[in-house]
């Protein structure tokens, strides 16, 4: 069951009866008036209103009806028998207004571009809310005083606390967050196939896909734009260079084809700090999750808490490589290049500028750097006069540069201690090998290599600070 999400100036359409939208430019408060069933002297006088308003600069918003044909689109199918003619122009979307708009708003602060996107679109465009800090993006929308809508996917495997917390927002903002449930038919093959958690073995993607991207492909299909809480900084992977505001490069919206959907990320040249100092300024409810040390939240299996000096993406899909933290929601962020690269190509240069290699990392006198016979050769010694620890990295891993710090420390604590410590590069041409024979299913891969052992052991934990892997090195060596 949809739900029709605005806010408290704009309510949700109940039972028979539609709620009409009208609002000015100049007022961003909105006028609100209701109707009964519709006949046609009725559609005569509301199309002579429509054409006043119209002349005074004014519009009519027709009811939500993402597509009349089917009973899965935002409004129940008895909304989407009879609707308002549509007296608004269609926006068109160009791509290039579009970038030049973005680089016009690349300085201006989150409200104002949230003040832009409700005034551009009016009741054609949603807020994305996953029930993490991107709350801010719906407090933003009240401060502009304009309407909004609040959509959601509900993947029927979200943890108790974000349900309760999407409660706790509808109550704030008195709004009613539209839910998109996944195809019941889609989500029954899934699990009878491959069972509930088929997603450790087998990759998130498909699951996702199930439960998150056709559901909200639906969803984006009733709008002409939507509103995300994407920032740069959230995975330097594959959202640093997201834009402003751009044509939506992945999905379509009301108007059907390529290029009929605008994207807005308000936040995304805002740093995470800053929008949690916004949070705790204005007062708003946050995902009690956050305390528990959640800072990226999603579906409950998939979702964990991050640990000091750990990346927020880190925290989801721990158990595949780490450079593929997009669920497919944001599948455009992947550029041509680097989607190459996710499918098992080489990795050296993916998150480079052309064909810049990327500085190294791990660089400490106390660190060992191994090349290819190097590590080759320490893998076939049956017997070592010392034992040592090594990290299989890439340089381009954000996962890799967050430990750098706490590895270097490790490599200074074992000074001197009869422990040597190093570092391989195992991305490239290296990739298949280490892999192969080196346990690599992830960057980065922590080994320890004991003296009278020809087989590596694999340091099995997430816990990537000092303490941890001394912990480890100590309990072998």
Not at 188 to 214: P, T
Request: proline share 6%.
């Amino acid at each position: 069951m949809a739900f029709l999400a605005t806010s408290p100036s704009a309510p949700a359409i109940a039972g028979s009866k539609f709620s009409t939208l009208s609002y000015s430019n100049d007022l961003k408060a909105s006028q609100l008036g209701s109707f009964g069933p519709l006949d046609p002297f009725h559609f005569a006088s509301i199309a002579k209103v429509t054409s006043v308003n119209a002349s005074k600069g004014r519009r009519l918003a027709k009811p939500v009806n993402a597509e009349p044909t089917r009973n899965d689109s935002f409004v129940p199918a008895a909304a989407s028998t009879i609707a308002a003619p549509e007296v608004a122009e269609k926006v068109e979307l160009k791509v290039d207004d579009y970038e030049q708009m973005s680089r016009d708003l690349d300085g201006a602060s989150p409200l104002e571009i949230m003040d832009r996107a409700l005034e551009k679109f009016g009741d054609d465009i949603a807020i994305a809310f996953s029930g993490a800090e991107d709350v801010a993006l719906i407090e933003y929308a009240r401060l502009t005083g304009r309407p909004f809508r609040v959509f959601s996917l509900d993947t029927g495997r979200l943890n108790p606390e974000t349900y309760q917390f999407f409660d706790t927002v509808e109550k704030k903002y008195g709004i009613h967050i539209e839910y998109m449930f996944p195809d019941a038919v889609e989500v029954q093959a899934l699990v009878r196939n491959k069972g509930l958690f088929s997603f450790y073995e087998d990759g998130h993607q498909e699951c996702c896909r199930v439960r998150k991207v056709r559901p909200l492909r639906r969803a984006l299909k009733g709008l002409r734009a939507w509103i995300t809480g994407q920032r740069k900084d959230q995975s330097p992977g594959t959202r640093s260079e997201i834009p402003v505001v751009q044509v939506d490069p992945v999905f379509e919206g009301m108007d059907g084809g390529v290029g009929s959907l605008v994207k807005w990320n308000p936040l995304a040249n805002v740093e995470g700090r800053d929008v949690w100092s916004f949070l705790r300024a204005m007062e708003v409810p946050v995902n009690p999750l956050h305390l528990q040390g959640y800072v990226s939240i999603g579906c409950e299996p998939c979702t964990r808490p991050v640990l000091p000096g750990q990346h927020e993406r880190e925290g989801r899909w721990w158990w595949e490589d780490a450079k593929a933290k997009e669920c497919g929601l944001h599948k455009g962020n992947i550029k041509q290049a680097e989607a190459a690269t996710l499918n098992g190509n080489d990795t050296r240069l993916a998150h480079s500028k052309g064909n810049t290699a990327l500085p190294d990392i791990f660089n400490s006198q106390h660190l060992v750097t191994l090349s290819r016979p190097g590590i080759e050769n320490l893998t076939r010694l049956e017997s070592r006069k010392e034992p040592w620890v090594v990290v299989l990295y890439a340089p381009w891993c954000q996962f890799c540069q967050a430990m750098e710090e706490s590895y270097i420390q490790l490599a200074e604590k074992l000074a001197g201690s009869g422990v040597k410590v190093g570092k391989f590069q195992a991305d490239g041409e290296h990739k298949e090998y280490a892999k192969k024979n080196l346990q690599l299913k992830s960057f980065p891969t922590v080994l320890f290599f004991p003296r009278h052992s020809s087989q590596p052991i694999k340091y099995p934990s997430e816990k990537r600070d000092v303490d941890s892997l001394m912990a480890f090195v100590n309990a072998l060596r």
